[in-house]
């Protein structure tokens, strides 16, 4: 049984930073891309950066310059660093792995429950 969980979630101010972490267990042959996403209340999740099994990253607008996405493919980890946080980066954060799935001969996508992020003043 492949599971994903999330950790590093919490409440801080503006402008203070988190690293959540997110990592990949059971049996796993390979991990494709790795990401974050998060949702909002009352919003549609959304994409927040993702990064591909050799490094490639992409990240959405609102992430770029503040969040760092990287990947320990020897763990089957994917962290992400966030600074300068905003009260509109408040919201559940979801990790997603692509892995190999053996039965279907492709990669399917696992999800985490998320991590709460809440930042406020």
């Known amino acids: 049984q492949v599971q994903v969980v999330e950790s590093g979630g919490g409440s801080v101010q503006p402008g203070e930073s988190l690293r959540l972490s997110c990592g990949a267990s059971?049996?796993?042959?390979?991990?494709?891309?790795m990401g974050w996403y998060r949702q909002a209340p009352g919003k549609q999740r959304e994409l927040v950066a993702t990064?591909?099994?050799?490094?490639?990253?992409r990240y959405a607008d609102s992430a770029k310059g503040r969040f760092t996405i990287s990947r320990d493919n020897a763990k089957n980890m994917v962290y992400l660093q966030m600074n300068s946080l905003k009260p509109e980066d408040t919201a559940v954060y979801y990790c997603?792995?692509?892995?190999?799935?053996?039965?279907?001969?492709?990669?399917?996508?696992?999800w985490g429950q998320g991590t709460q992020v809440t930042v406020s003043s």
């Open positions: 059971g049996i796993i042959f390979s991990i494709n891309v």
């Open positions: 990064i591909t099994r050799d490094g490639s990253t």
């Open positions: 997603k792995a692509e892995i190999y799935n053996f039965v279907s001969a492709g990669y399917n996508d696992y």
